[in-house]
């Protein structure tokens, strides 16, 4: 837990005062990660620097864990905490072993104690600890360094990590692929993180919320969905950018948008006369076939040609089929790539779950942007 | 040919010249580091004093060596020291002031930002920070310093000679005193070749204290 009590940080001296932070009043839940998003010289890394004391406050006040920052020894309140920079910062002068080391050893951990963690943190992070633990720094790739500035972070398991755009560094396809590990270890570790980026993807992938910063000042601090269907002003508008709902699409996933249609849904075994008998009550352009509960594909009138035969000797295959998890922006992507206006959405045994089709994304997104509007208007 | 049959008939005391030449620069580097390092690296941290402390050295470069021992002998002969080595180690252990000091500086500045940022965000405390990082990763331009002073004082030793330091410089003095010039070729070859093996000597101990993890590129690089 990370609360953030009227924090102000002024620089400068005399006449030349440069106010960095003002008076910004949060708190980071215990298991959050909270994203610090903004403009350069918003105030993100200034704040994030206020936290583990590398800058020190001019008013206001941070309490860790309900404990104020100001009544711990600076170097220890350091220590207890992880802390990752875009520059990374490994030491040339020591192996990968002596960097994730470092914290460990300030607490004076014994060193069997330190090679066991050293490995278990380099096999989570997917480098081979025989192969790496020796290298220098120097020997390795961009990201294979940003994941050891990572494990570094991690090392002594402190409860909080404080991260300045980690995954700043590497290249675009390489830091698509960091996050997605960094997602799937938090979601097992459940660390306190403050994560600074200006990177309004990043920021929506990570954060369990997101705080956004404007000259010094928070102006919303919310989950992403929230600030996506309802940004507090302009700037903030502007910021996530017009595609916003487009970049909602990506926050949900197709099992929150389908929905049951079972009259457009017919069993395999069903005669190609009875079918088209459906097709003329109901107006449909097409019906989705299963058999033992599978979706095998779909049928339109032209495809049942043969009256007599069975449906599913007759159906067209989906060129794709939609898992639950899949996100809508994935969906939506499927439909105008095949031109299809709806999808069988099937679970993870492949049975049916649910159809999903154009107007339920719309119906969806809408009903986000209402609720959220509704419950944060005036 | 007549100077290789000076030295060889005097290699005893050719031999002893240069140990005692050694001896003169190698305590004389060793009082300078042990006073240079530290300064380097306290005013490492305070541009404004760093500013100061090197005008300072400077202007003890800039004082031709014959000239201080000159102005010393008064002052130490009240403590009885006014000629022999003691004045031939001060001057020595005041000309070596700048490079160390600078470089000792320069190679603590020098430091990417973003190491001295990890190594403290992550509870490293002054002088762990110090001992861990800066220093070895400043050691090859420290270093560099000394061995720009040894060179430069194996040079200035030479000259002692005059105020009765000994050394090889000694060859030098009574060569010219007596207008002999093979004596005054050996001193000053030897001088030279002293020099030379020296700085080679300097310039392997400045590779082996490199870290490893910095040899292999030779940059700080990160």
């Known amino acids: ?378 | 040919m007549n100077i290789i049959a000076f030295i060889m008939d005097n290699a005893e005391r050719c031999w002893s010249l240069t140990l005692d030449h050694i001896s003169i620069v190698a305590f004389s580097i060793f009082l300078a580091g042990l006073i240079g390092i530290p300064t380097g690296i306290i005013i490492s941290h305070n541009k404004k004093t760093a500013q100061k402390v090197i005008n300072i050295a400077n202007i003890f470069m800039t004082i031709p060596s014959i000239a201080l021992f000159g102005l010393m002998l008064p002052l130490l002969a009240i403590a009885g020291y006014g000629l022999g080595k003691v004045p031939a180690i001060i001057a020595l252990v005041l000309y070596s002031q700048l490079p160390i000091i600078r470089n000792t500086y320069v190679g603590i500045r020098n430091i990417p930002p973003e190491l001295v940022e990890a190594a403290t965000g992550l509870g490293m405390d002054r002088w762990t920070r110090l001992k861990e990082i800066e220093i070895p990763l400043a050691m090859p331009v420290i270093i560099a310093g000394l061995r720009n002073a040894a060179v430069m004082n194996i040079g200035i030793a030479a000259i002692a000679a005059y105020i009765g330091a000994g050394g090889l410089g000694v060859f030098i003095q009574q060569g010219i005193a007596r207008a002999y010039e093979d004596m005054i070729l050996a001193g000053a070859i030897l001088v030279a070749l002293l020099a030379i093996l020296i700085d080679c000597g300097m310039a392997l101990l400045e590779k082996i204290l490199t870290p490893k993890g910095i040899r292999i590129t030779g940059n700080l690089g990160v």
Request: aromatic share 6%; glycine share 8%; proline share 5%.
């Open chain 1, 1 to 378: 837990m990370i609360q953030y009590r009227g924090v102000t940080k002024i620089f400068g001296h005399g006449p030349e005062l440069i106010p960095a932070v003002k008076d910004i009043t949060f708190d980071i839940k215990p298991g959050e990660l909270a994203v610090f998003l903004g403009p350069s010289g918003c105030g993100k890394t200034t704040l994030l620097r206020l936290t583990n004391r590398l800058l020190s406050l001019t008013s206001g006040e941070i309490e860790i864990n309900s404990q104020d920052i100001m009544a711990w020894n600076p170097v220890k309140l350091r220590q207890s905490m992880g802390y990752s920079i875009q520059e990374i910062g490994l030491f040339p002068n020591k192996t990968i072993y002596g960097n994730i080391a470092v914290v460990p050893r300030l607490m004076g951990w014994d060193e069997s104690r330190i090679k066991e963690r050293v490995d278990e943190l380099l096999s989570i992070l997917g480098l081979e600890p025989d192969i790496f633990k020796d290298r220098y720094p120097v020997e390795l790739s961009g990201g294979q360094q940003q994941r050891i500035g990572v494990a570094r972070s991690l090392a002594a398991d402190p409860d909080i990590l404080l991260m300045d755009e980690p995954f700043g560094a590497i290249d675009p396809i390489n830091r698509e692929r960091i996050q997605d590990e960094f997602l799937s270890i938090q979601s097992k570790l459940k660390k306190t993180i403050a994560f600074v980026t200006h990177d309004i993807h990043e920021a929506i992938k990570l954060g369990d919320r997101i705080a956004i910063f404007q000259d010094g000042r928070l102006i919303q601090y919310d989950t992403p969905e929230t600030i996506l269907a309802c940004p507090a002003n302009q700037f903030i508008s502007y910021f996530v950018g017009t595609d916003r709902a487009i970049k909602t699409l990506g926050l949900y996933r197709a099992q929150e948008a389908m929905s049951e249609k079972p009259d457009i849904i017919i069993q395999g075994a069903m005669r190609g006369l009875e079918a088209l008998n459906r097709f003329d009550h109901k107006d449909l352009a097409d019906m989705i076939v299963i058999h033992d509960s599978k979706p095998i594909g779909y049928v339109d009138i032209q495809a049942l040609g043969n009256k007599g035969s069975e449906v599913k000797d007759s159906v067209l295959a989906f060129p794709v089929l939609i898992n639950l998890n899949d996100t809508l922006r994935d969906v939506v992507s499927h439909m105008l790539m095949h031109d299809f206006k709806q999808f069988p959405v099937i679970d993870d045994n492949g049975d049916l779950a649910g159809v999903i089709s154009h107007d339920d994304i719309r119906k969806c997104i809408l009903k986000i942007f209402n609720d959220r509007e509704n419950r944060t208007g005036p």
